[in-house]
């Protein structure tokens, strides 16, 4: 089967992520830079993230394949 490649956007980011392609089928993970679990679930793009502290935080992906991007919050 074929890989689909997953872009993450805007990194710096603000309020909101966004994923393209946005697969509902993918599970979103995203992990402060403790290690702490900050949000879970199907629909990452409509969450709001803007009362999070500015730092560094990690997504995983799981899906198809799975991806870990780095994204810094401004």
Known sequence: HLERAIRV???PFKPHI????????????LFDSFGHQI?????????DFSE?????????????????FRLLKI
Do not use: A, C, K, W
Request: aromatic share 12%; net charge negative; glycine share 8%.
């Open 39 to 47: 949000f879970i679930g199907h629909d990452i793009s409509n969450e």
């Open 9 to 11: 956007f805007l990194n």
């Open 18 to 29: 966004r994923i393209e392609p946005n697969d509902p089928t993918d599970l979103y993970q």
């Open 52 to 68: 999070l502290p500015p730092g560094l935080y990690f997504l995983n992906v799981t899906g198809t394949n799975r991806t870990m």
